[in-house]
């Protein structure tokens, strides 16, 4: 429970342990994740929310540990970022969208954790983007 008495955690519990499809609450009533455990572990997909109910991230989680591509959303609803989990730890080519969740501007390569290197799309981008038509006076 939350300190103003508000439901913070459901969980099932199975033979002592946590089973089954969990929700955690903001103090306002709102979830805030959803999420399954199986003989006590995180196990299935993890969903964490914005505060305006919109899906934040999406995240594979097996035995306890993130693993598997997270799909990450704007407040929007819009695609920001894939990030690769292997282990609980970031591992692979992490993409990140500009505006409208469309086109990659940013990769980022991690090897168990660490950031080994990032390639910026942005100029690319700009430089084939023709600049906007103005009307002369």
Known sequence: ?????????????????????ARVQGKDGKNVVKLTYIDGS??????????NGQARMAVP???????????????AGERWADV???????????????PGGRTIIEELTFKNGD?????SFI??????????KTERP
Do not use: C
Not at 42 to 50: A, I, L, P, T
Not at 89 to 97: C, F, P, Q, V
Not at 123 to 132: G, N, S, V
């Open 42 to 51: 995180r196990d299935g997909v993890e969903v964490h929310y914005h505060g």
């Open 61 to 75: 989680v097996t035995g306890g540990k993130r693993s598997g591509n997270a799909a990450i959303w704007t407040r």
């Open 115 to 119: 950031k080994v290197d990032t390639k």
């Open 123 to 132: 100029r690319q981008i700009r430089a084939t983007t023709p600049p906007p």
């Open 84 to 98: 690769p989990y292997r282990n609980d730890l970031k591992h692979g080519i992490e993409r990140r969208y500009g």
């Open 1 to 21: 429970y939350h300190p103003t008495g508000s439901v913070r955690m459901t969980v099932p519990v199975l033979k002592g342990k946590r089973h089954g499809f």
